[in-house]
């Protein structure tokens, strides 16, 4: 027997109809969704996040505390900790002062992740580069020497 001549409930009906407004949805849902996501250098320290889907793409740029904000927040998603430091080369957004004795184990760090000593050592010896800078005067002076004595002439 078939049920071909059976008359559809109004319940089914809509169940059926609820099932395709779903389907829908999740297809157009599906445009808005990224694809593919790229993360690079955008010049001057920006940084770029290219999300792509099949119909468009979208930028955001970002600046290194925000990009590292995005990190910390992915590594939580994950449930992992990361440990950031600093990178020593050239292509580093911003020069680290990594010649500081034994500061190697706080760079990057906040400042509420020092211990007192480190506080110590850091305003020890930002005190002690400031005390070692020259004047402009005396730094015209030494340019003016150092040449002198690269050229041998006396004056």
């Known amino acids: ?41 955008a010049g001057g320290g920006v940084i770029e996040f290219s999300m792509r ?4 793409n979208l930028y955001y740029l970002a600046n290194p505390v925000e990009a590292i904000e995005i990190l910390g927040e992915l590594a939580s998603a994950c449930g992992v900790e990361i440990a950031m430091r600093p990178r020593n080369d ?19 760090a906040a400042p509420w992740q020092l211990s007192d000593e480190d ?23 030494g340019q003016f020497e150092k040449k002198n004595i690269e050229s041998g002439d006396d004056n």
Do not use: C, V
């Open 1 to 41: 027997m078939s049920n071909e001549h059976e008359e559809i409930s109004e319940t089914r009906k809509k169940i059926n109809q609820l099932y395709e407004e779903n389907e829908l949805q999740s297809l157009l849902d599906n445009r808005n969704r990224s694809r593919s996501i790229s993360i690079g250098s």
């Open 53 to 56: 889907n099949e119909w468009a």
């Open 90 to 108: 050239f292509a580093s957004w911003r020069s680290w002062d990594t010649e500081l004795p034994g500061s190697i184990h706080w760079m990057g």
């Open 119 to 141: 506080r110590k050592a850091i305003s020890e010896s930002k005190s002690k580069e400031s005390q070692n800078k020259n004047s402009l005067p005396d730094m015209i002076d």
